[in-house]
């Protein structure tokens, strides 16, 4: 199973709506990563986590909160989001941030705020 | 800073043609090299280069890195439209303020029939 799930696929929300994004992989990954994609951009790093803990935070403002419950969920936490939000967040896991192994993606949940 | 370019950013071409992308790489601790193919949504794996000179091959796609200079292709023979697309290049490297990945802007490929 080489498979990240997102949930959900599509999601519009109000500016004062709080909404949260899912990821789950059963790869055995330690390291687990939002990226978030607007048009015709390459993906750009939010979070990092690495057994569980967060690695990296991309100055990504508040209004965006990750969890990781355990190694094989990864949420993201959306509260007061503006219009310019609106993206594709991609949802990424590899074995562990030291080691040559690739990055797997999610299909990506395409957010809209309205 | 660390940095990935790719080139073209663009090119159409027709089917059975043979396209050549180019990723070229400055990166602070260089572990790997990635290749992705995005079509509607989520970046798709191709290749994963690690060692200079060796070939890896997939069908129609293969590509190489050169770790002197500091640079990376993708060729597609023959090509279809279904290869039509945006091909993403992303350095990995030892950690860094990026993370893993550090992505190049693609180029968008476009297979006419």
């Known amino acids: 199973d080489t498979e990240v799930t997102q949930t959900p696929k599509h999601l519009v929300m109000g500016m004062t709506n709080k909404k949260s994004l899912k990821c789950e992989q059963h790869?055995?990954?330690?390291?687990m990563y939002w990226y978030k994609q607007k048009a015709k951009k390459p993906p750009e790093l939010m979070f990092v986590?690495?057994?569980?803990?967060?690695?990296i935070n991309e100055s990504v403002p508040s209004r965006f909160s990750p969890e990781c419950p355990n190694s094989s969920l990864l949420n993201l936490h959306l509260h007061a989001l503006q219009p310019e939000d609106s993206a594709l967040y991609l949802c990424?896991?590899?074995?562990?941030?030291?080691?040559?192994?690739?990055?797997?993606f999610g299909q990506g949940t395409r957010l809209t705020v309205v | 800073e660390d940095k990935v370019v790719q080139s073209p950013l663009s090119l159409v071409v027709h089917e059975g043609d043979t396209v050549t992308l180019n990723c070229s790489y400055e990166?602070?601790?260089?572990?790997?090299l990635l290749w992705y193919k995005q079509e509607k949504k989520a970046p798709t794996f191709l290749f994963m280069l690690?060692?200079?000179?060796i070939e890896k091959k997939s069908g129609r796609l293969s590509s190489i890195l050169d770790k002197k200079e500091l640079f990376s292709i993708l060729n597609i023979t023959a090509t279809q439209t279904g290869d039509s697309a945006i091909y993403l290049c992303?350095?990995?490297?030892?950690?860094?303020?990026?993370?893993?990945?550090?992505f190049g802007k693609g180029t968008k490929l476009s297979v006419k029939p």
């Open positions: 986590y690495s057994y569980e803990k967060l690695s």
């Open positions: 790869m055995g990954h330690r390291a």
């Open positions: 992303a350095a990995q490297n030892y950690g860094g303020s990026q993370g893993n990945l550090i």
């Open positions: 990166v602070t601790n260089f572990r790997s």
């Open positions: 990424a896991s590899s074995q562990g941030l030291r080691g040559n192994t690739e990055a797997f």
């Open positions: 690690t060692s200079s000179g």
